[in-house]
C-alpha cells in the first residue's frame, strides 16, 4: 500500500470536511442528495445577505424595498431555511436593481 493509500483503497486525507464526508455520508444516497440540498439553502442565504450588505442595506431596509417585512428577510438569510421562492428571489432582485439567474449543472 502507498502512503497516499489507506486500508480501504481510497487516498489518505487530513481535510476534515472529506473525512467527516466520507464517515458522515460514504455511498448513502439519501444522506448525499440531503447534504446537497442544505449546502444549496445555506448558499441562497448567503447570497441574499451578501448582495444586502453590499448594497449597505439592514434587514429591515431591504424588507421594506422588497415589500415585506424583516423576520422574512431574516428567515430568508438563515442557512436552515428551505422556502426559498422564486417569487420572493425576484422580489429582493428588483428591490436591489439586479435579475435572479438560475442555472442546471451536470450533477457531481
Given amino acids: 500500500m502507498s502512503n497516499s493509500q489507506n486500508n480501504t483503497g481510497s487516498r489518505s486525507t487530513s481535510d476534515?470536511?472529506?473525512i467527516l464526508?466520507?464517515?458522515?455520508i460514504g455511498d448513502d444516497l439519501a444522506r448525499r442528495e440531503a447534504v446537497d440540498k442544505a449546502v444549496e439553502d445555506a448558499l441562497i442565504g448567503q447570497m441574499i445577505y451578501d448582495i444586502r450588505t453590499q448594497a449597505g442595506l439592514t434587514q429591515?431596509?431591504?424588507a421594506e424595498l422588497a415589500?415585506?417585512?424583516?423576520?422574512v428577510i431574516s428567515r430568508?438569510?438563515?442557512?436552515?431555511?428551505?422556502?426559498h421562492t422564486m417569487s420572493m428571489l425576484r422580489r429582493i432582485a428588483n428591490a436591489l436593481g439586479k435579475r435572479v439567474e438560475v442555472r442546471f449543472v451536470d450533477a457531481a
Fill in 60 to 62: 429591515k431596509q431591504l
Fill in 76 to 83: 430568508l438569510e438563515d442557512a436552515d431555511y428551505e422556502g
Fill in 16 to 18: 476534515a470536511v472529506e
Fill in 21 to 24: 464526508d466520507r464517515v458522515f
Fill in 67 to 71: 415589500g415585506t417585512d424583516q423576520a
